[in-house]
Structures are given as C-alpha cells and as structure tokens.
C-alpha cells in the first residue's frame, strides 16, 4: 500500500455512540465496509471499495456528547507538530499518545475550535 504524502489528510474518524447505525447508514451510503480493529479495542476500521486500506475509523463514544467527525494528517514528528500547532495559536486537546502498534497520535484544537488529528504511523 502507497503511504500518503506528508503533512495531507490521510485519514478520518468518526465518533459515535450508534457505531451500528452509523456503519449502516454509510455503508448503505457510499458502500464502505467495517470491521473491528484488531489493535484497538471500541474501533472499527473503515475501508472503500478500490481502496488500498483502511482510510477513516469509527470511534465507539460512551455517549452522544463525544460524537463527531475530523480529519487526520499524516506528519514527519507528531512532538514537534504539536509544539508548532501551539505556537501557531492552536491548543493540545490530546497529547502525543502511542499506540500499541507503534502508531504516534495527537488531537488539536485549531484557533476557532476546530479538533483535528496528527499522526506518524507505526510498525
């Protein structure tokens, strides 16, 4: 699989706390296809027809209130994008974390409010 360029939007999330219903509605929508994260456990991976891979996830959400949609950009050095984002008026909403596959994260808020991810992937 081509790995995207840097610093493009590489992938998306969708958080819901309907991850049936919504896995339904776009994949009776747009055809995508969804299946649990081997990684991550309340994950779902979603792939397209055509696709290479997985592009985008379903986030399982407790509750309604953490229910939403945002993009994440693939990034050389997650640490420094945060330290950058931060200079540039933006706020860490979620700091640098590391997932089990080795796979580097973070959510930012942009100056309006915006949350949007940074990631490095892993092994």
């Known amino acids: 699989m081509t790995q995207p360029a840097e610093n493009t939007v590489a ?20 055809g995508w296809n969804f299946t649990p994260d081997p990684n991550t456990d ?3 991976l979603i792939t397209y027809p ?6 985008g996830g379903v986030m399982h959400s407790p509750d309604a209130s953490a ?5 994440v950009v693939l990034v050389r050095d997650v640490a420094a994008t945060v330290a950058a984002a931060e ?6 909403l979620v700091p640098p974390t590391t997932a089990k596959d080795g796979l580097v ?11 949007f991810g940074v990631f490095t992937p892993g092994s």
Request: no cysteine; aromatic share 18%.
């Open 105 to 115: 994260f973070a959510h930012i808020l942009d100056p309006s409010g915006n949350n």
């Open 42 to 44: 309340g994950y779902d």
């Open 67 to 71: 229910n939403h949609a945002t993009f």
């Open 87 to 92: 200079g540039y008026g933006g706020k860490v």
């Open 11 to 30: 992938w998306f999330q969708i958080g819901s706390d309907k991850p049936a219903e919504v896995g339904k509605f776009y994949g009776d929508l747009f």
């Open 50 to 55: 055509g696709g290479q891979g997985p592009s």
